[in-house]
């Protein structure tokens, strides 16, 4: 089978199925929507922390998608060329993300306590000089500069590829993945740090940023997986993906969860280990009134469950339990991102809100909405990338 | 069947010959074969069912056996033998016990995996009749080789080696024991 043989643009029926799962995702979207706009007039501070949460869950995917594409200019690969056209769409959404961002910048004063002036600790009046609401707003609008421009760039420059072939284009994109990826994993850490770490301010862990960093890797790659699987249903990607590509994609969920893991009991460790008052209340809150159990279901469904399951060479080139397990994973992020967030507000035992319900319904669905659209826009293949043949034969004998 | 032969052996000089050959020979219904080559040819091990073996379950045994093992040499030890006040914690503080519990699952996986290996492969072997084909040390080289055991219930001398001089082979010998 040779490129050229091949109508990469999405087909009739693949159009239909996209239009459908579209509108049902904005609708669920509008719904949650409007709930949670019900809510930031009835509950103001809950309606800030479940939008905090969902919010950092959908960047998640987002983010991490961009990190995906931006590993796979430089390690090459056919596992990158089929993930290529899905992780440029979502990060296409990047626009709607930071326009999403507006109500979390206007809820600071909701959200962290170190906006309140204090009399506190030399602790708080020390940290003011980074955390202070100007500087806050600041940082970030530099990570969303950088990830538009990032997701600009390697968009205009992949379709002048399609168009123009692979020179410059490939050369372009291989270099700004780069400092691309470096700026990533630093705007993320910052992120988690400014969004998540300091609702608690007397707290810290120098791994923090690290979690975020794979949990946001683990995120884009279960939904990747889960793309490409609904999207192997309907030609063209139907004649393209092969069982070998799906277990390329199979391994990286498996080495995600295991790090994610590592990073995770790491961080217990060395702050239970220490047991310093400054540090273990943070994990106190965590693992009683009802929130132990949270804990240990993360344990078991974030780790022990993917990673025994996806060790099974069958199940990785099996498309549909490997998107079930990729659907999980998702879920499991919003637990444990909600487990993150959560247990400071609602002191001492586990409650769930209606709006922690609305909240990933609502940015979710038309986050999903927004990224079909985008999905449609090209076709769902690089015509003109140079490992294009060599993607489409992997696999096949 | 004679008791003093070992098998048929086939020599091919391109590995596409062999894989047809050996595809042919499964379809006749011989069982008892094995290809010898300079570098591994996927497509052999469809034909020959060698995707499956016994060396994960005898890993996945080895790393359970080593993390247990690891798990209750700390339990034993900072509970039972040595029972130590350390900050106030619990005797049987279970995450401390993980690294080491981790590196023993580690460590036994890995030596399973090893010697697992050695011992499904048969190794160590002084000696095998293969070697008496006097050019099987070609199969290092640039040589393909195909070779059809005396023990496989279809095995007929002169019917097995007419089967595979017609498979393209360069040259077909009986292997001694």
């Known amino acids: 089978m040779t490129g050229q043989a091949l109508d990469f643009n999405p087909s009739t029926e693949l159009r239909t199925s996209l239009r459908q799962s579209r509108a049902r995702a904005g609708i669920i979207g509008l719904i949650g929507v409007l709930a949670l706009a019900a809510g930031a007039f009835t509950a103001r501070d809950q309606f800030f922390r479940s939008y905090l949460w969902s919010y950092i869950f959908v960047l998640g995917i987002t983010a991490g ?6 590993l796979q200019y430089l390690t090459g690969g056919a596992w990158g060329v089929v993930i290529r056209r899905p992780a440029e769409a979502a990060v296409r959404t990047f626009p709607l993300l930071a326009l999403l961002f507006i109500p979390i910048a206007l809820g600071t004063s909701s959200l962290y306590s170190w906006t309140q002036p204090t009399t506190d600790a030399t602790l708080l009046v020390k940290q003011a000089r980074y955390l202070n609401v100007p500087f806050f707003l600041v940082r970030a609008a530099v990570f969303f500069a950088g990830w538009i421009f990032l997701s600009w760039f390697l968009n205009r420059w992949s379709a002048r590829e399609d168009r123009e072939g692979p020179v410059p284009a490939n050369s372009r994109m291989a270099a700004i993945s780069g400092p691309g990826l470096i700026f990533w994993a630093f705007s993320v850490t910052f992120m988690s740090i400014d969004w998540v770490m300091s609702l608690s301010p007397h707290w810290f862990s120098t791994m923090f940023g690290l979690l975020f960093v794979i949990g946001q890797g683990l995120s884009g790659m279960a ?7 609904f999207l192997s249903n309907f030609r063209p990607m139907s004649e393209v993906l092969t069982p070998r590509h799906l277990h390329d994609l199979g391994k990286f969920l498996l080495a995600t969860v295991m790090v994610w893991a590592y990073f995770a009991f790491s961080q217990f460790l060395i702050i239970w280990a220490g047991n310093l008052p400054e540090e273990i209340p943070w994990y106190v809150e965590r693992l009683r009134g009802g929130w132990q159990y949270v804990a240990l279901l993360l344990v078991f469904g974030h780790f022990a469950l993917p990673f025994a399951l996806l060790l099974s060479r069958d199940l990785k080139r099996n498309f549909k339990l490997l998107a079930s397990i990729a659907v999980f994973i998702l879920c499991m992020r919003v637990v444990d991102i909600y487990w993150m967030v959560t247990p400071d507000s609602s002191k001492g035992s586990l409650s769930v809100s209606w709006l922690d319900l609305a909240g990933p319904l609502g940015l979710g669905g038309i986050w999903l909405a927004y990224f079909l659209i985008q999905l449609e ?21 | ?41 996927e497509e ?29 040499l700390q339990y034993f030890v900072t509970v039972i033998y040595f029972p130590i006040n350390v900050a106030g914690r619990p005797l049987d503080s279970w995450p401390a016990y993980i690294i080491i519990t981790f590196e023993l699952t580690i460590l036994l996986g890995c030596i399973s995996a090893v010697f697992g290996m050695l011992a499904l492969c048969g190794l160590p072997m002084p000696y095998h009749p293969v070697f008496n084909v006097p050019r099987f040390s070609a199969a290092s080289h640039d040589r393909f080789f195909l070779c059809i055991e005396a023990a496989d219930p279809l ?18 010998s009986e292997v001694a024991h």
């Open chain 2, 44 to 72: 052999l091990n469809d034909i020959l069912h060698l995707h499956k073996n016994k060396l994960s379950l005898i890993v996945l045994v080895g790393g359970l056996l080593g993390g247990l093992s690891g798990f209750l």
């Open chain 2, 155 to 172: 095995f007929d001398m002169e019917k097995t080696s007419g089967l595979l001089e017609t498979l393209e082979a360069k040259e077909v």
């Open chain 1, 65 to 70: 998608s961009l990190s995906w594409l931006m």
């Open chain 2, 1 to 41: 069947m004679k008791p003093d032969v070992y098998g048929v052996m086939a020599e091919f000089d391109n590995p596409t010959d062999l894989v047809n050959a050996t595809r042919a020979v499964c379809e006749q219904g011989y069982k008892k074969l094995d290809t010898y080559t300079p570098f591994p040819i």
């Open chain 1, 377 to 397: 826009k090209r076709p769902l293949m690089p015509l003109n990338e140079m490992e294009l043949a060599e993607a489409l034969e992997h696999g096949r004998e």
């Open chain 1, 223 to 229: 939904f990747l997986v889960t793309v490409l699987v």
